[in-house]
């Protein structure tokens, strides 16, 4: 009993077929459907949040960029603008938007409040959401145009586009632990999230 040879496998390429070929390398096949299919997930408070809308108008459209679709569900996002200040109460909230997005995942910080909490230098406001989540690409301005956000997402596809699956510390992700004392349980991230009801119906517990 032998070896039995090994078939050939050879690739042929017959010019009056009209067969369409690509060679080209994995990664750049992939970060290029990535970078031109961004999703953004809008998490708008203050005025940033009104510029944001208005790169969605048709003055500058930003179904250009394949980001016409916004997904107000964290489970069908890839990118979460984070536009306007983010208060201390309001920063487990987007914690929690943060790691219910599927990798891959990219953040942009919209405006001075978002990337260092601005004018509000208090003890109310998060100084940067830097201190929260991973931020990818900063627009400055206060609100910045939407010339300033459409350049933002241009560098975070540039961004994109430069990855290699090969590095494994892209993804990587520090899990809160719930033996610290800064954890926050999710019943009252939700009970923050619910609206504030009113003088007969209040489910706050006075966080």
Not at 42 to 67: H, Q, V
Not at 100 to 111: C, D, T, V
Not at 148 to 170: C, N, P, S
Request: hydrophobic share 40%.
């Amino acid at each position: 009993m032998g070896l039995t040879p090994r078939p050939e496998s050879t690739v042929s390429y017959n010019p009056a077929s009209q067969e369409g070929w690509v060679a080209t390398k994995l990664d750049f096949l992939v970060n290029w459907a990535r970078a031109s299919s961004l999703w953004p997930m809008p998490f708008g408070t203050a005025c940033c949040a009104i510029e944001f809308m208005a790169s969605a108008a048709s003055d500058f459209d930003l179904a250009r960029f394949g980001m016409e679709r916004m997904s107000f569900s964290p489970r069908q996002a890839d990118v979460l603008i984070c536009a306007g200040r983010v208060p201390f109460k309001l920063a487990p909230v987007l914690r929690r938007i943060w790691q219910q997005m599927p990798q891959p995942k990219w953040a942009i910080s919209m405006g001075a409040c978002a990337s260092s909490g601005g004018m509000f230098d208090n003890y109310a406001v998060v100084q940067g959401i830097d201190t929260i989540i991973p931020v990818d690409v900063y627009v400055p301005g206060c609100p910045p145009r939407p010339e300033g956000l459409i350049y933002g997402i241009m560098l975070l596809q540039e961004k994109v586009k430069k990855e290699r699956a090969a590095d494994k510390t892209l993804r990587n992700e520090m899990e809160p632990d719930p033996k610290s004392q800064l954890y926050i349980p999710p019943s009252l991230i939700d009970e923050l999230s619910e609206p504030f009801g009113n003088s007969v119906h209040q489910t706050r517990s006075g966080l």
